[in-house]
Each structure stands twice: as C-alpha cells, then as structure tokens.
C-alpha cells in the first residue's frame, strides 16, 4: 500500500495537472476567437486540432479522478462483495446445482468487472431500502454481465477471476448500455490490479 503521504498528495497533483490543461485550453481559446480572422488556414486548423486533443485530453483526466475517488471509496465494500461471492460460488459448486452455480458466476464477475467509473451498486446490498432507480441499475447490469459472461466478452473472465486477476487500474470494466449517465472509453483489456488495492486487507 502507498505511504499515506503519497496517497494524500494524490488528488492535488492530479488537480495540478487538470489545471494545467484547462489553462492551455482557454489561451487557445481566446487565440482562436481573437486571431481567427488573420491567421493562416494551416495555423487556424492545427491550433484546432490542438484544442481538440486538449479537450479530449482534459475529458480523459477527469475520468481518471473519478476512477481513483470511486477506486477508494468503493474500495472495502468491493473487496468484501467479492470475496462473499467467490465463497458463494465454491458453495454452489459442491452442491452441484447447475442454476446456482450460474447465478454465483454471474455475481462473481458482476463485482470484479463493474466500471470503476460509476458509482458502485453493491450485489449484496445490506437492507431492503434500495431506491427503484437502484435496483433497475443492478439488474440492468448484471443482465449484461451475464450476456457477455455466455459470449466470453467479459474484460476479465471467470477463469481469470479464479487466477486472481481483477480489472486494471486504468480500466472501467463492463459498460453500461447507451442510456447510461456517463459516455464510456474504450476498454482495455484486464490487467492484474495493482499490489495496493488488496495488501491492506489479505
């Protein structure tokens, strides 16, 4: 686990580096609506594109802050989840039942492969007072964990899970459907997360 110095200085180097974005952004900005009219295509088009990859850049940033604040946040409840559902599956496995088995997979990489962008929507919640909006969210999820669990599609497989691999850092598992609140980046594929996220608890 990171020395909590380091942990805490985190957050406000990732801020520094936003801010450094957004400042380049606005001199562009106010380059491109001063000078539009006198600068040369060329220059007019590649200061353009430059804005665009900023912008893409800065998109990229804020989605890397959420994925570390949700990371820490949602950090005991994950690991709890899904060591409660991996000791599920062992169950239903020695009692052969084949829809169980079924459901404990499908649980199992619910917790692993959901998008550490999102607000995390616990598979075992603790009281029956989950919002309408709440539950919709968990089976809306858990249907598509469980369609590209039979298509082999996961971004980190059962097999993978079981081998004790979970979803990277820089990853945001499955995605939601086109509804979804928040625009999803292309996924890369699993990696083994890093030693921090499970030394402080094994």
Same mark, same amino acid.
């Given at each position: ?50 804005? !665009? ?9 804020? #989605? ?65 007072? !989950? ?17 590209? #669990? ?11 899970? #079981? ?34 996220? !499970?030394?402080?608890?094994?």
């Amino acid at each position: 686990m990171a020395p909590k110095s380091l942990r805490s200085n985190a957050e406000p180097l990732a801020t520094a580096g936003t801010n450094k974005i957004k400042k380049r952004i606005r001199d562009l900005e106010r380059l491109l609506a001063r000078k539009r009219d006198t600068l040369p295509d060329t220059i007019l088009i590649e200061k353009e594109r430059s804005l !665009d990859a900023l912008r893409h850049e800065l998109n990229q940033a804020h #989605l890397k802050q959420k994925i570390r604040k949700n990371a820490t946040k949602y950090h005991m409840v994950r690991f709890f989840e899904r060591k409660k559902a991996l000791r599920r599956y062992k169950q239903a496995l020695k009692k052969n039942d084949a829809d169980e088995i079924l459901q404990s997979k499908i649980d199992l990489c619910y917790v692993v492969n959901f998008p550490k962008g999102e607000k995390y929507v616990a598979i075992f919640p603790n009281n029956e007072g !989950d919002s309408t909006k709440t539950g919709q969210r968990r089976e809306s999820f858990r249907a598509i964990v469980a369609k590209q #669990l039979e298509n082999g599609t996961l971004p980190v497989s059962l097999e993978d899970i #079981l081998q004790g691999k979970r979803l990277g850092n820089n990853g945001t598992g499955v995605a939601f459907d086109e509804d979804s609140e928040d625009e999803k980046e292309p996924l890369p594929k699993a990696e083994e997360e890093e030693e921090e996220e !499970d030394e402080f608890f094994e």
